[in-house]
């Protein structure tokens, strides 16, 4: 099994950033995609970003399309979201994911970190 332990979150104002940090371990992690989610209390989880294998393919919520932006190390086996122009709505519990499919479907990620509190205050 692929282990995942996101960092970063935390208490931000409006308009503010935070850098999500999500580590795996693993002998393979460079060939897994990697997604970010999120869920608010009473709300079902979304997806946020997802990143290919190699780093050559990005996708991004229109949520969060022009403010958020994921990127990845392999050879820090790190995947990570810097997220700017937080809003309020942006508040929610971060998930990182690892999936062998390149999809905005949680559906399709099989391993899940344990999540990181992202709240944004006005």
């Known amino acids: 099994q692929v282990q995942l332990v996101e960092s970063g979150g935390g208490l931000v104002q409006a308009g503010g950033s935070l850098r999500l940090s999500c580590a795996a371990s693993g002998r393979t992690f460079s060939s897994y995609h990697m997604g970010w989610f999120r869920q608010a209390p009473g709300k079902e989880r979304e997806f946020v970003a997802v990143?290919?294998?190699?780093?050559?393919?990005?996708f991004y919520a229109d949520s969060v399309k022009g403010r958020f932006t994921i990127s990845r190390d392999n050879a820090k086996n790190t995947v990570y979201l810097q997220m700017n122009s937080l809003k309020p709505e942006d508040t929610a519990v971060y998930y990182c994911?690892?999936?062998?499919?390149?999809?905005?479907?949680?559906?399709?990620?099989?391993?899940w970190g344990q999540g990181t509190q992202v709240t944004v205050s006005s």
């Open positions: 994911a690892a999936g062998g499919e390149y999809s905005a479907s949680p559906r399709l990620y099989a391993y």
């Open positions: 990143i290919s294998w190699s780093g050559g393919s990005k």
